[in-house]
Each structure stands twice: as C-alpha cells, then as structure tokens.
C-alpha cells in the first residue's frame, strides 16, 4: 500500500534549525511536497522536489533521495511564528497526493 | 501571487439542512479544484476532485449524493453538504490548480462547519 510516515511532533528553540523527515511508500513518484498548517488555517505550499538533492529558499531547505524513499523539511533561524504542522505529500504515477498526518512543530523561546 | 477564496470561513447549521461552500479562483483559472476534509489533528482526506464543466471524480467512501459538487465555471467550485449531520461536523478546504490534472498548489482558507 501508499503510505506516508512522518514524527508526530517535534520541539525546537528560536533560533535554531529543525529538520522534518518523512518517508513515504508510493505506487510510482511524481514528486514531494511540503506544506505549512497553522492551527485552523489552511496549508500553504512551501516547496516542491521531483529529483534528487537540496532545493534552498530562503530559511526553508527541502531534500529528495528517491532512491530511498526519503525527504526532510530543514527550517534555519527559527522564529515563533514557524509554530506549525508541516505536511509531507508524495505524488504517486497517477498523480493523485499522499498526505502524511503531519508534524506539530513547537518553537520555545 | 494565485488566491483561493472560500465562503464562509464558518458555519453552524442544525442537523438535515444543507450547507453550501463557495471556492472562487481570484486571479488565475481554475481548471481543476480539488475539495478536502480534515478532522481534527488528522491530515487532509481528499474527497473529490473536479475538472472545469466536467462531473466530479469522488474518493472512495464519499457519498457523491450527499456531498454535491459543482464546477460550472472556471473561476467557481461549490460543495454543498446535504441532509447535515453532527459527523460532517469538519473543517472543509478547496484547493485549486490553473493546470487539468494538477497539484493543488493554493489552498482556500478553509470552513470550519459545526452541524448541531
């Protein structure tokens, strides 16, 4: 089956960096996606791969190995407003998106 | 930058009435818009997906005659949730693509919808 596996929650202080796996399992890959939730708001793209390697912008990073079926989120200089779910969604061949549960990331002073 | 807007932001509606929602594409064509649901602290279950002037494609598991879904233009999707019950209690959100067959790149903010 599809699956998408990603922590629970993560807590990390201002300032610091914080990186967000995920792992997903998919009947073919047509990229990965990740997302920001604030709490009762919609998500928000933050960034897209489909090869291999480390895409930068800004304080946001997004990895892709798909040989194994791995991505991580990096956040730099975290700030408090950075509290939030992220969203990892992989694209399998029909283009349909795998959602995982998300990861409640909680930024202490 | 591309702006999805969803009316209303809340609802509370009594049990066996029905509820419509509005996405509206603000300055981009929606071609393909795509209708969620997200209960709380559970990631998002895509319910259906809809092409402009074409019928919906529903998820496995949604009633398409109880969620009804209209496309007719390419700025325009409504979802209207019929005969409510206290278990479509939901946080509802659409999602647009300018592309047939896209990625829901833009989020709408969402409807927070209470059946009592």
């Known amino acids: 089956g599809q699956n998408i596996d990603q922590p629970t929650e993560m807590t990390a202080t201002e300032g610091a960096i914080v990186q967000i796996n995920c792992t997903y399992q998919?009947?073919?890959?047509?990229?990965l996606f990740w997302y920001q939730q604030h709490a009762g708001e919609a998500p928000t793209f933050l960034s897209y791969?489909?090869l291999d390697g480390l895409e930068e912008k800004g304080r946001f990073s997004s990895f892709l190995s798909r040989s194994k079926g791995y991505s991580y989120l990096l956040l730099k200089e975290l700030q408090m407003k950075d509290s939030a779910s992220y969203l990892c969604?992989?694209?399998?061949?029909?283009?349909?998106?795998?959602w995982g549960a998300g990861t409640k990331l909680i930024i202490k002073p | 930058g591309a702006v999805v807007s969803q009316h209303p932001s809340w609802v509370i509606c009594k049990s066996g009435t029905s509820v419509k929602i509005e996405c509206r594409s603000l300055?981009?064509?929606?071609?393909?818009m795509f209708w969620y649901r997200q209960f709380p602290k559970q990631s998002l279950m895509l319910m259906a997906t809809?092409?402009?002037?074409?019928?919906?494609?529903?998820e496995q598991g949604v009633e398409k005659d109880k969620f009804l879904i209209n496309h007719a233009s390419l700025t325009l999707s409504t979802l209207t949730v019929t005969s409510a019950h206290p278990e479509d209690s939901s946080f509802y959100i659409c999602?647009?693509?300018?592309?047939?067959?896209?990625?829901?790149?833009?989020f709408g903010n969402g409807t927070r919808l209470t059946v009592t």
């Open positions: 999602s647009a693509s300018a592309v047939r067959g896209g990625s829901p790149l833009h």
């Open positions: 300055d981009f064509q929606a071609t393909t």
């Open positions: 809809s092409n402009e002037g074409s019928k919906a494609t529903y």
């Open positions: 998919t009947s073919g890959f047509n990229g």
């Open positions: 791969n489909v």
């Open positions: 969604a992989a694209m399998d061949s029909n283009y349909q998106l795998i």
